[in-house]
């Protein structure tokens, strides 16, 4: 069955980086888009970024653009996002989504568009 497994999330120093990983399996994972999203306490889910299934074609939200990169390797069917100078408003638990098209809509999480999701991954950027 279809598994998407983020990792490397960790408590970081305003300013500090990390690089988010999700692991895809039970799908040909090079055939979707796939798409960060992030829900900080007490505050709805956000959409982030999203990589359509070839890789080529990237999108951001404003407040990640510029200091995020969302990338991919379809040989090891795993998604990436390089989260640098990081803020305490990025504070939040990440999650990877499999969209149900190579190129899925950005800017929405609407529900219609994915059909998985992770379990997430902490993010803490505090000094």
Known sequence: QVQLVESGGGLVLPGG???????????????????????????????????????????????????????????????????????PGDTAAYYCYKAKLPLTEPRSMAAGLYDHWGQGTQVAVSS
């Not at 299934?53 to 407040?63: E, F, K, L, P, V």
């Not at 990640?64 to 100078?85: A, E, P, Q, Y």
């Open 17 to 87: 980086s990390l690089r988010l990983s999700c692991a895809a399996s039970g799908f040909a994972f090079d055939t979707y888009g796939m798409t960060w999203a992030r829900q900080a306490p007490g505050s709805g889910l956000e959409w982030v970024s999203s990589i359509d299934s070839s890789g080529s074609i990237t999108y951001y939200a404003d407040s990640v653009k510029g200091r995020f990169t969302i990338s991919r390797d379809n040989t090891k069917s795993t998604l990436f996002l390089h989260m640098n100078k990081l803020k």
